[in-house]
């Protein structure tokens, strides 16, 4: 890295708008959407996909619920040329869906890519070239003015060539490739060169497309760019203002809603942000921050997976575990306070309210996602996850000071293991802990009867390994247990105890009775036991029996 880089890069300039309104603005409504998935995502894959792979994700768009869908560049691939065919003649194409092809503003591409569109219902003819300078002089060895002058020839050109074909009804598209390195006034003049030589109005609109084609400033730049046209354009009503950003600074979706403030109506992107380089702007991303922000985006996510298996089936990529919306993990919490106040939230969120949990900005099933993997444990995590995880799988519902204790046990395990700890082995280890231990105490039965007291109780049991028969008395039959349990040579008394039947639990059983008894031994150590049965009362003793194994063990 250069200790001074200022050597080799410049500050993008900032545009003179001293007046600029978009910063007021917020968005109301969703764009036009155009996806390019199959055109500009689709020459950025190691290996293109072929007819039968753009087939699947051409109907993966449509049923999304895009109308517009930039399907092929046919004047640069047969296999393009041959799809747009095959979409056209097989009759693929949904009444409400608009085709759109890419061509280089040269004649002979153009004439070969309205071509490609003989027969088709509707067509958008997307024609690009390139207007800032670095392109004009080192690329396109053209003048200001031969650049401006191929942009009108190709629009009369596909004029001509449209009209040739009536039983289409056209659109046409025109992109300023490199429009954010390009002097604002000379793409004012471009533009409204094209928009006169197609003779566009308000109800023959042109689409014009002003692209990041790289994106090399901060958002806020573009904004200012696209409002700065769209408060210049001569024949504003007679044109679809679009944008096309790319995300090489990472912030293509930042770049798209302040370009939606500024006077943008159209976005082009890709799925999950497939693209050149770092792709194109992200358009699940895109329409599902405007679902949260309460607009309809016009674009159904609501089974994100089955988006994202059929975007990786067809192009080869993979949608990484942080993907915004649709990763992996974006709806999993594995810290301990995260999962604390999820858990809180969750427990206070009813149907019909506004969405508020805390960590969790959106509701996983309105993208077809579940619950289960919101809360997930490793050594990160804390009591609230793990006791989530029992109570929802298991319907054991802790208190509150026992979730703390057995916490420990699962950070001990977690820490030894280092890997993420599932529900089925957190509940291996609180029966382990909890319910399983029968040394020094075994529990053999008990018999209860009145007494004058209350309840009188025989128990029994082993005792570090010698078989024995206590009696007690108490004004219960846990209160008689503890006074039978005196006898023994570890007495203990009770600080707490509360009780609960066992809630369904996804993993089968019958509803049963669950006791926690908080004890405190002789030496003053504390610690729960936990008891389930099918009875109350020996729920209540077995919990008894556990603590006491569990203290003095
Ligand atoms: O990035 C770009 O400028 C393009 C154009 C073809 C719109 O992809
Ligand atoms: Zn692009």
């Not at 895009?66 to 097989?90: H, M, N, Y």
Request: proline share 5%; glycine share 8%.
């Amino acid at each position: 890295m250069l200790s001074n880089p200022s050597l080799k890069y410049r500050p993008f300039p900032p545009v003179a708008l001293a007046d600029r309104q978009w910063p007021n603005r917020s968005i109301t409504r969703a764009p036009i959407w155009m996806s390019t998935d199959l055109r500009d995502g689709n020459q950025a894959l190691f290996e293109p996909m072929n007819a039968a792979r753009k087939l699947r994700l051409f109907e993966t768009l449509c049923g999304i619920g895009f109308k517009q869908i930039e399907v092929a560049f046919p004047s640069a691939s047969q296999t393009d040329f041959d799809f747009v065919r095959q979409l056209i003649t097989t009759h693929r194409i949904p009444d409400d869906v608009t085709i759109e092809v890419l061509s280089h503003a040269r004649a002979p591409l153009l004439r070969r890519t309205v071509d490609s569109l003989r027969g088709a219902r509707s067509a958008i003819v997307h024609i690009v070239n390139a207007t800032s300078q670095p392109f004009r002089e080192l690329v396109l060895g053209m003048s200001q003015a031969e650049v401006l002058a191929m942009a009108v020839d190709s629009v009369r050109l596909v004029k001509d060539l449209t009209a040739a074909q009536p039983d289409t009804d056209w659109r046409l598209q025109y992109s300023l490739e490199t429009f954010t390195a390009t002097e604002l006034d000379y793409a004012l003049a471009v533009a409204d060169a094209v928009v006169e030589a197609w003779n566009a109005t308000p109800d023959n609109q042109l689409i014009l497309n002003l692209p990041s084609s790289v994106e090399n400033a901060t958002p806020n730049v573009y904004a200012d760019q696209i409002e700065w046209m769209h408060r210049r354009i001569a024949r504003r009503d007679s044109v679809v203002l679009s944008v096309h950003p790319h995300n090489d600074r990472g912030t293509a979706v930042a770049a798209a809603e302040l370009a939606l403030m500024a006077g943008a109506e159209r976005v082009e992107g890709c799925l999950f942000g497939n693209g050149e380089r770092t792709g194109n702007v992200d358009l699940v991303t895109l329409a599902l921050n405007l679902y949260t922000q309460g607009i309809a985006p016009g674009l159904d996510f609501s089974d994100i997976d089955a988006v994202a298996r059929s975007f990786e089936a067809c192009t080869g990529l993979t949608v990484p575990p942080r993907q915004p919306y649709a990763g992996d993990l974006v709806f999993t919490a594995f810290s301990g306070s995260h999962q604390d106040a999820i858990k809180k939230g969750f427990a206070a969120q009813t149907a019909d309210a506004v969405w508020n949990v805390p960590y969790l900005p959106f509701d996983p099933a309105d993208v077809g996602r579940g619950y289960d993997a919101v809360i997930r444990v490793n050594s990160q995590s804390g009591k609230g996850g793990i006791a989530h995880l029992l109570e929802s799988h298991y319907g054991l519902v802790l208190p509150r000071r026992l979730q703390v204790e057995f916490a420990q046990v699962v950070q001990r395990q977690a820490d030894a293991e280092g890997g993420e700890i599932g529900h089925a082995q957190i509940w291996r280890l609180f029966k382990a802990e909890y319910l399983e231990a029968n040394a020094p105490l075994y529990y053999l039965g008990h018999r209860l009867s009145d007494s004058a007291d209350g309840q009188r109780i025989e128990l029994d049991l082993h005792w570090r390994g010698a078989a024995r028969c206590l009696v007690g008395e108490g004004n219960g039959p846990l209160d008689a247990a503890v006074a039978a349990l005196a006898a023994l040579d570890y007495a203990v008394t009770i600080r707490s105890y509360e009780e609960r039947s066992l809630g369904p639990s996804r993993h089968g059983g019958d509803a049963q009775a669950c006791a926690f008894v908080e004890l405190a031994g002789p030496d003053s150590r504390t610690g729960y036991g936990v008891g389930i049965d099918d009875n109350l009362v020996t729920a209540s003793i077995k919990a008894l029996v556990s603590g006491i194994n569990r203290l003095a063990g």
